[in-house]
């Protein structure tokens, strides 16, 4: 069977780390701003698992890594989660716009 | 003769002085200390004299070295000739005449004190060191006193003034770190490192174009401290801010730093660049000369008219040292001295006339010395000498660096010299002007009669200043003769160049 | 073969103890006060830098996944000493503080991630130190829960530096993908200059840049610095900063080695916005914190400085800097922090006429600034001096007049504090403040620090000894 | 030969005088400073005397001819190997000439001051400056070196600075001090950018020395220094004729005589001293001193010598007859005869019998240091009576006072050039060494002695005859004896000093010279004179209106000579509108606005830097998050487009 060239699975990959930014930069609700980081790291991965699969099929260093990186991102998700309550309890919103007072 | 002495006087009488209870024991201890150092000075010339009189060719005399960072190769390395030795003497009368003039400062004065001892500390540092490093170093030091003097015990817009002062002179050092660098890393010793050692960096011959890149900002970093046309601004502000103490050792010490610097560092090291810019120097210093000279006679305020004037006799010594003679150079070294002494004299007169009259515009003032005559005596000598009265110091240096300067064949330098020496006039005017209306006339202000005349520690601190400038005026061979084989050495260096 | 693991990897077992210990205190049943536990975690924490002195084993392990040797032991030691000042000068803060050990048990925790992102010889292991590192000081940064500006200031700090690792992370994909290897030693020889390689180190600098704050990847810096209580922003400042130039030092001299005409050029152009924008900032600043914060973006330029010497020298002058840095800037937090912590004054304005009350934490501070402005004859002087003639030596003569002219703008905004202190005039200044033992001993250690590591040479010879380039 | 160590003595003693009076003299000898003053001044006078006998009689001479001793030599400021500033003593017979005049003619005047200076509340420094004045006149006739000169002519200066400003708190004092030391110190600065160019080419101070390098033809000096040349004269005519500036600042010749006039504001016995006598005659003496360069080398300087003097001679004269305070006719007559004395070595050439210009000058120096210090001190008693120094205070004081009255009546016929008076003699020399040489100048000089009687003359029938005296002066008496006896000892001077055998004495070359003026040749001058007093006695015998009509008469003369032609004006001109207006306050904006301004707009362009980016600091964490991206984004551009 055919199997889908990496450059392919790359331009996916950059797809997504570039949808995941654009999705930081514009989205107000700082719950989909995490997301949108979940995005880029996942392309990361995906990064990680082709070049694994495609380049160097007798080492699973990028296998490993990419799991590494779920679970640490999920552990900063957590935080970031905890750090968003705390600043809701505060702010009582949790739009990023409102989180703006200490500038220039 | 164990320089290093020279350094731990003034650390000890600092750390003493942060021990000491009450304002009597902390001026006792710093005048013990001030004396001392005198002492030490005048023992350091003793033993110059019997070096060179046994015959020690040697540039400099009592050297040291002690390897500091050993990776980079910068060493302690201290030692001195005739002018560093003048320089050393300059500056332990004026902290001796400083700390007596200062005598009754009530208002922090553990700390007052402090920092007088530890800028005469960098002062001290600064002329003995033979490291390009240490002296930095000990230059830098000498700043944050300045700031914090002015800007705590000073009068006036002192804050704006002491700011203005430090962001110069750090300028000053900015250029002269980019300067010491191009130095370092074009110098090179067998071994394949850099040094920093004046004697070896002496002995090498910098290419000269790195010369032409590097000596500008030598030159210009050292002359900011001793104000240079038209980075001078900061001396009026900062020296009528300051306190009385302060001024004499910012006019008579600090200044001092920079025309040293110029000439051991910039000249001394650079000689084809300094062949190649000597015009721009005279330029700039005959501007500084004149220029000052006519500023200052518009001045109303006693300081401002000082502080301008110094502009102006500092014009000299960067003359004597851009008109490259060996005359010029040695008259560029006693005018140093002269003015230090002078200068120091005439701030500390303005400060007993401002601690009585409390004020310092020429207008309000008049007929003191009918009130004050011992004040007004020591005005009118400050202002005799300053205006280069035979007999004072004034006169033998600015003779020196004109016979200096009229060795120098140059048509443009000729009239360069020519338009120095008619600032003697202007001199003449502006300080006559300043006695004039002070000190002679009809008592302006009633309230004057009931004034008193000097202290016993004022007159001391005069007196000393007045004695140092008779010495030099009335018996200068020993002076030159001190100076004249440090700077045969430099003017060797030059005139290697200029053969080249 | 067990003992071996033991002995390399002391430093971080002695940190594990130390959590572990204060893990059972705060499940254990006895009610501690929190004086007498303040004082029991720094006697742990001095034991903790005393033992990383005496019998050091260099070593790799993890078939050189985790290396260690002499520079580094002196590194660990160095992020010890740090953590030992902080937790002296956050005593005041702690007094009160009612989670007081999770903050040990987070900074802690961050520490452990430093040392083995420090000894890391491979990407994964530095991922993962850089991550403990990096997610535990955001729910510091936190700390204050009730304050609005300190959640604030977790919000930025940990989606900024999630967005930045996401970033340095597909450089490091890419670079798995140019290479096929995560280790150091594999990767140097793989890797030459062309386009895709520079692509990678950008990424890769990107994220280095943004943990040491340097322009534009800065601006978290200040936010979080002014929003975080004052121990977490001297952490931030001093420790973690410190801990990542270790590492960022290994990476550019080892691994981009063969780039070097590259990115001598990059960092000559970050330090140059850094430098002149930290400086741009810093004098407009009111808020001790958040000034601090800029000056230390300024000073960060002038570490890029030393660093593009790329020598022997260029590596002892940061480590040197990083030392004195660490002494200077602590002084400083020092005092701010004692301030801010007992009359929650935090602005330069309160500061005027701070002398009349407080001399002793005046000339603490000045002193402090002073070192930091660079001015002898305090250390910083030798610090900064060290730096610019380690960068001095590639003879690019603009950037050592840029930063010999910048060096007066920082004087600038350094001597205005100054002023304040010791100048201003003030009718209601900040009360005569009782100094606590701890953070007093913190403070004198500083000083002398300050004032003494620039004379005694053998400080920088003994880190020039280890200093394998 | 080994002239003993006393002649240094001579001004070393003025000088301890001063130090004592100086430091000591406020607290101790606030009483007792006048004797101390007069007798170490005393003492001095005679060393000078014996010095003089020495010379004249004993040992000056060798081989016929007067020599220069040089007594020693110290080596005080060695500028390089050649160049030094050497304390030293040199005689010759202009030296000793001039050690006598100074120390008697100070003596007179210290005693005189004893009864004049009474009751002065800073009488010891009063003396105190006297005797710092003598010692550096001392100091300035005996110098060997020019550079030594130069020195103690600054001293001078300076001490005359003090004397005249000696009432401090009169204002007009003040200004007159600092008028005639600005002026001098002008003229000095002429003076030192000479002695560097003489010094330059001729590789010596030493006078000696450098008259001899600059003298024998064909010296490799004398070459350099007129090949090189500067506006197409050369660099001798340039060094002589700013050395001569400064002479002339001192000798208040045209154009820089503005000061002397108002230093009369000083205590009239000093003007005496330094006004007439001694300081004033500085000029004369350096030129004399450099005179065998002058005259061999280089005639063209010597020109312009012989005209300025003529003509100060012949200005001052006319101003002279207007002025109606008597001290400033006396200034402006003292102007006059040093402008003979001038002129009269402008047209002296150097050796034997031609050199009698040369002669004539210093013999008038000697006669005119004692009549005119007799006026003067006449004038000082008359004033410390009528306590005023205008004409019109004065007039028929002959009764009241009759031995001042003597005394200046014979100082004024020895000033009008009468036989057998002394100035007749000094004065036939320079008219004849004029006659001999140019024409034009004698013709100025016989006009202005004629002149000279005239105002004399008025001077003295306005104060002593003119009018009935008023009688509430008449209480005050004529002064102490210490105020008389000098008078008449000046007196006798004046009446015989003319019979000194100054010709065998001085000459230019040290050879005596045996000129006879011609009985002759006297005739017209002595009855130029008598007109002069005749005329003098139709108009002011006895106030009268015709004064006054020819004043009328003679209109814009009269009035602009009253007002000494304006001169003062424009110097007044000069310094306030062009040095203050148009320098030194457009310095002063310059450095305050421009200078100081542009470090202040440094500062300033930082700040506004500062202010326009701090935008970018937004507080938005996604802005921070763009930026970042931005960084990126930069970085590849600049590293992966543009790169090499």
Redesign the interface.
């Known amino acids: 069977m055919n199997e889908i060239p990496l450059n392919q699975i790359l331009f996916l990959s950059i797809g997504l780390f570039f949808i995941g930014a654009y999705g930081l930069f514009t989205r107000r609700n700082m719950i989909t701003m995490l997301m949108s980081i979940e995005l880029m790291l996942n392309s990361v991965n995906i990064n990680f698992v082709a070049f694994n699969k495609y380049l160097y099929p007798d080492k699973l260093d990028g296998v490993f890594f990419s799991i590494f990186v779920i679970t640490i991102a999920a552990a900063e998700a957590a935080v970031a989660i905890a750090i968003i309550i705390n600043l809701y309890r505060s702010h009582h919103s949790i739009d990023v716009e409102d989180a703006g007072e200490m500038k220039y | 003769m164990n320089l290093t002495l020279f350094l731990l006087f003034p650390l000890f009488t600092a750390v003493a002085i942060l021990f000491a209870q009450n304002l009597k024991q902390i001026r006792s201890i710093s005048l013990a200390g001030a004396l001392l150092q005198l002492a030490l000075a005048l023992k350091l010339l003793m033993a110059y004299y019997q070096q060179r009189a046994e015959g020690n060719k040697s540039q400099m005399l009592f050297e040291y070295i002690q390897n500091?960072?050993?990776?980079?190769n910068?060493q302690y390395h201290i030692g001195v000739d005739g002018i560093s030795i003048a320089m050393i003497l300059l500056t332990t009368f004026i902290v001796v005449a400083g700390i007596l003039v200062s005598w009754h400062m009530e208002t922090l004065s553990k700390e007052f004190f402090f920092l007088l001892i530890l800028l005469s500390l960098g002062a001290y540092g600064f002329f003995i060191s033979l490291d390009i490093?240490t002296m930095f170093?000990?230059l830098?030091?000498a700043?944050?006193p300045k700031?914090?003097l002015i800007?705590?015990w000073g009068s006036g817009k002192?804050?704006y003034s002491?700011?203005?002062l430090?962001?110069?002179l750090?300028?000053g050092s900015?250029?002269i770190?980019?300067g010491i660098?191009?130095i370092?890393?074009n110098s090179h010793t067998g071994t394949g490192t850099h040094t920093f050692d004046l004697l070896l960096l002496s002995k090498m011959n910098i290419p000269i174009e790195i010369q032409k890149m590097f000596f500008p900002f030598a030159f210009i970093g050292f002359g900011i401290f001793t104000a240079i046309f038209?980075f001078?601004?900061w001396v009026p502000d900062g020296h009528a801010s300051a306190p009385t103490a302060a001024s004499m050792f910012l006019a008579g010490i600090s200044m001092k730093l920079g025309g040293y610097g110029c000439l051991r560092v910039a000249t001394f090291l650079m000689p084809d660049a300094a062949h190649a810019y000597s015009w721009v120097i005279i330029l700039v210093s005959t501007i500084a000369i004149i220029?000052g000279a006519?500023?200052t006679?518009?001045?109303t305020d006693l300081k401002y008219i000082n502080a301008y004037s110094s502009i102006s006799h500092c014009g000299f010594v960067l003359l004597g040292i851009g008109m490259l003679t060996?005359?010029s150079i040695t008259g560029a070294v006693m005018q140093m001295v002269s003015h230090g002494l002078m200068t120091a004299l005439f701030f500390a007169a303005i400060g007993m006339i401002y601690s009585r009259t409390h004020t310092r515009m020429v207008a309000q003032l008049g007929?003191l010395?009918?009130i004050m005559?011992f004040i007004s005596t020591v005005f009118v000598i400050a202002g005799?000498s300053s205006l280069g009265?035979?007999?004072f110091s004034g006169?033998?240096a600015e003779?020196?660096v004109?016979?200096?300067s009229?060795?120098n064949p140059d048509k443009m330098y000729r009239l360069a010299?020519?338009l120095a020496?008619?600032s003697?006039?202007?001199t003449?005017?502006y300080i006559?002007?300043a006695a004039?209306q002070t000190?002679?006339?009809?008592?302006t202000n009633k309230s004057y009669d009931q004034l008193s005349d000097a202290t016993w520690n004022e007159k001391f601190a005069a007196g000393l200043l007045i004695t140092g400038i008779l010495v030099v005026g009335l018996a200068?061979?020993w002076l030159?003769?001190l100076i004249q084989p440090g700077t045969e050495f430099i003017i060797n260096k030059l005139g290697v160049a200029l053969i080249k | 073969m067990l003992n071996e693991y033991l002995q390399v990897l002391k430093s971080e077992w002695l940190i594990l103890a130390i959590i572990f210990i204060l893990l059972f205190i705060k499940v254990g049943s006895k009610e501690w006060k929190n004086e007498s536990l303040l004082y029991f975690i720094n006697f742990l924490l001095l034991i903790n830098l005393i033992a990383g002195f005496i019998n050091n084993l260099p070593g790799s392990l993890f078939n050189g996944m985790y290396l260690s040797n002499d520079l580094i032991f002196l590194q660990k030691n160095i992020l010890n000493l740090g953590v030992y000042l902080i937790s002296l000068i956050a005593y005041p803060w702690l007094k009160e503080h009612k989670h007081l050990l999770e903050f040990y048990i987070l900074m802690l925790s961050t520490l452990l991630g430093m040392f083995f992102m420090i000894s890391s010889g491979n990407l994964l292991i530095f991922y993962l130190g850089l991550e403990l590192s990096t997610i535990p000081l955001a729910a510091l940064a936190n700390f204050d829960l009730e304050k609005r500006k300190s959640s604030e200031a977790a919000m930025k700090l940990i989606i900024s530096s999630a967005f930045s690792s996401a970033i340095l992370l597909f450089g490091i994909s890419l670079l798995y993908g140019v290479t096929g290897s995560l280790f150091f030693y594999e990767i140097a020889p793989a890797i030459h200059s062309n386009t895709l390689n520079t692509l990678i180190f950008i990424l890769i600098l990107a994220g280095f840049s943004f943990k040491i704050s340097v322009v534009p990847f800065h601006l978290w810096t200040a936010d979080v610095y002014e929003g975080a209580p004052v121990p977490v922003t001297a952490y931030l400042s001093v420790i973690s900063k410190s801990a990542i130039l270790f590492i960022f030092m290994t990476v550019l001299y080892s691994v981009f080695r063969n780039m070097e005409t590259q990115w001598y050029f990059m960092i000559f152009l970050l330090s140059v916005f850094t430098i002149l924008i930290g400086n741009l900032f810093a004098i407009r600043q009111n808020n001790l914190k958040r000034f601090l914060a800029f000056s230390s973006i300024a000073q960060v330029g002038f570490i890029l400085l030393g660093l593009s010497g790329s020598s022997k020298i260029g590596m002892a002058s940061v480590i040197y800097f990083l030392v004195i840095y660490l002494f200077s800037n602590l002084a400083a937090f020092g005092v701010v922090g004692l301030v801010s912590a007992t009359t929650g004054k935090e602005s330069i304005e309160d500061f005027k006429g701070f002398y009349k009350t407080n001399p002793f934490l005046s000339w603490v501070l000045a002193i402090a600034l002073f070192s930091l402005a660079g001015v002898p004859p305090t250390a910083g002087f030798f610090g900064k001096f060290f730096l610019i003639m380690a960068g001095a030596e590639r003879g690019n003569y603009v950037w050592i007049i840029f930063a010999a002219l910048n060096m007066i703008i920082s004087f600038y905004y350094y001597l205005r504090i100054v002023k304040a202190i010791f100048m201003d005039q003030n009718n209601s200044p900040i009360p005569a403040i009782k100094t606590p033992p701890l953070p007093k001993l913190a403070m004198v250690i500083c000083l002398i620090g300050t004032i003494s590591v620039g004379f005694l040479s053998w400080v920088y010879e003994y880190i020039f000894s280890f200093c394998n380039f | 030969m080994s002239h003993p160590i006393y002649i240094a003595l001579i001004p070393l003693i003025p000088l301890a005088c001063f130090f004592i009076l100086g430091l000591f003299g406020r607290k101790y000898f606030s009483g007792s400073a006048g004797v101390i003053g007069t007798l170490s001044l005393l003492a001095s006078t005679l060393l000078s005397l014996i010095t003089a006998y020495e010379y004249f009689f004993v040992s000056g001479k060798s081989n016929g001819v007067f020599q220069k001793i040089s007594v020693f030599k110290y080596t005080w400021l060695q500028f390089s190997p050649s160049l030094s500033i050497d304390m030293g003593i040199l005689i010759d017979p202009i030296t000793v000439m001039m050690l006598v005049v100074v120390t008697f003619v100070s003596l007179m005047v210290h005693l005189f001051s004893l009864g004049y200076m009474k009751g002065e509340p800073r009488f010891a420094t009063y003396y105190g400056f006297l005797s710092l004045f003598t010692f550096s006149m001392l100091g300035l006739v005996l110098s060997s070196n020019i550079f030594q000169i130069y020195l103690f002519w600054e001293l001078v200066g300076v001490s005359s600075f003090l004397l005249i400003g000696f009432y401090f708190e009169k204002p007009s004092a003040v200004a007159a001090s600092k008028k005639a030391f600005i002026v001098t110190r002008f003229a000095d600065l002429g003076f030192l950018i000479g002695i560097l160019v003489l010094s330059f080419y001729s590789h010596t101070l030493d006078f000696g020395i450098l008259i001899e390098r600059l003298t024998n033809t064909g010296s490799p000096y004398l070459i350099a220094i007129n090949s090189a040349s500067f506006l197409g004269v050369s660099a001798l005519t340039w060094a002589l004729l700013l050395v001569f500036m400064g002479g002339a600042g001192k000798s208040a010749m045209f154009p820089l005589h503005i000061w002397l006039p108002d230093a009369m504001e000083g205590p009239t016995p000093v003007s005496a001293l330094i006004h007439a006598a001694t300081m004033v005659v500085a000029g004369v003496f350096l030129v004399a001193r450099l005179f065998p360069v002058f005259a061999l080398s280089d005639p063209e300087a010597l020109q312009v010598v012989t005209y300025t003097g003529a003509f100060s001679a012949f200005f001052a004269a006319i101003i002279a007859c207007t002025q109606t305070d008597i001290k400033r006719v006396l200034a402006y007559s003292t102007m006059s005869q040093i402008g003979y004395m001038m002129f009269a070595l402008g047209v002296s050439k150097y050796s034997g019998e031609d050199g009698l210009g040369y002669m004539g000058s210093m013999f008038h120096l000697f006669t005119h240091a004692f009549f005119k210090s007799l006026l003067f001190l006449g004038a000082g008693s008359v004033i410390h009576m009528v306590h005023s120094n205008e004409m019109k205070d004065m007039g028929g004081l002959r009764k009241l006072m009759p031995i001042t009255h003597i005394c200046f009546l014979i100082a004024c016929l020895a000033i009008a050039g009468i036989p057998p008076f002394s100035g007749f003699f000094s004065k036939e020399e320079i008219l004849m060494a004029a006659f001999e040489s140019n024409r034009l100048v004698y013709g100025i000089a016989l006009f202005t002695s004629g002149l000279t009687a005239f105002y004399m003359f008025r001077l003295y029938y306005s104060i002593f005859w003119s009018k009935p005296a008023d009688t509430h002066h008449a209480h005050h008496g004529e002064g102490t004896w210490t105020m008389k006896i000098p008078l008449m000892i000046l007196a006798v001077l004046a009446l015989f000093a003319g019979f000194t055998p100054i010709a065998n004495w001085i000459s230019a070359d040290g050879a005596p010279i045996h000129s006879k003026v011609p009985i002759t040749f006297s005739i017209l001058p002595v009855a130029l004179a008598l007109g002069g007093i005749l005329f003098a006695t139709r108009l002011f015998i006895t106030a009268n209106e015709l004064p006054g009509r020819i004043a009328t008469q003679l209109g814009g003369i009269y009035k602009s000579a009253l007002h000494k032609f304006y001169i003062d004006e424009l110097y007044l001109f000069v310094t306030k509108k062009i040095l203050f207006n148009l320098i030194g306050r457009p310095a002063a904006w310059f450095d305050k606005n421009i200078v100081d301004g542009f470090m202040n707009l440094l500062a300033k362009i930082t700040g506004y830097l500062s202010d326009m980016i701090k935008g970018y600091q937004s507080g938005k964490v996604q802005d921070y998050a763009l930026y970042f991206f931005g960084g990126v984004a930069g970085l590849v551009i600049a590293f992966i487009y543009l790169w090499k």
């Open positions: 500091w960072y050993a990776p980079l910068l490093f170093f000990f830098e030091v700043v944050i700031f914090l800007g705590i002192k804050e002491a700011m203005k430090a962001l110069m750090m300028g900015a250029l770190l980019v660098f191009g370092y890393f038209p001078h601004t220029y006519f500023a006679m518009m001045q060996q005359t007929g010395l009918k005559p005799l009265l035979p007999g006169f033998v003779m020196t004109f016979i200096g009229w060795e010299t020519i020496c008619a003697i006039v202007v003449a005017v006559l002007r004039g000190i002679m006339g009809p008592i200068p061979f030159i003769n």
